[in-house]
């Protein structure tokens, strides 16, 4: 039979510090739900685009058009935006948001730029532009980014939604 003091007391401080952490960066976390749907039918907006102003936070709607976006308290008072392809955007203030809101968006139509096709002739000035215009189209610096994917599963008539995430440096 092993005695107390045989036991090494680091992998317990370490668990302890791990859940103190944990638990002060989710007391720093306002939870907002809601749903996007439109405006003259009433039918949910899947992947409707959701984005707070001055941040690289954002979501987007399920199937149903719910969306639950976590956003760090120095953030309350920044502006939403929510914006879908053929409709226009909807922008509010975090601070005016009441939970479990249903946001109707207007269709608007989308008027596109004219654009000109043009066949290349020479492949190889073709591969030289592109590589000369690398740094025009790709981040020259190392960039921390964190990702997300949300899988949505229809059980009944609920939604169960998993979500991962993981960091990525380049």
Do not use: H, W
Request: hydrophobic share 35%; net charge positive; with cysteine.
């Amino acid at each position: 039979m092993k005695s107390l003091t045989n036991i090494s007391l680091k992998p317990i401080i370490t668990f302890l510090i791990l859940i103190s952490c944990v638990l002060s960066f989710a007391q720093n976390l306002q939870e907002y739900k809601g749903e996007v749907l439109d405006k003259n039918t009433n039918k949910p907006l899947a992947l409707a685009d959701l984005t707070i102003a001055n941040s690289n936070i954002s979501t987007i709607t399920n199937n149903a058009g719910e969306f639950s976006i976590k956003v760090p308290d120095n953030l309350a008072q920044n502006t939403v935006t929510i914006s879908y392809l053929g409709y226009q955007k909807l922008e509010f203030s975090l601070s005016d948001f009441k939970d479990n809101t249903k946001f109707y968006l207007s269709q608007a139509p989308t008027v596109l730029a004219q654009i000109d096709l043009v066949r290349p002739t020479d492949a190889e000035a073709l591969v030289k532009k592109t590589f000369d215009l690398k740094g025009d189209n790709y981040f020259t610096e190392n960039v921390n980014m964190t990702g997300f994917y949300r899988e949505t599963i229809k059980k009944r008539n609920r939604n169960a939604s998993l979500s991962r995430s993981c960091s990525i440096y380049k």
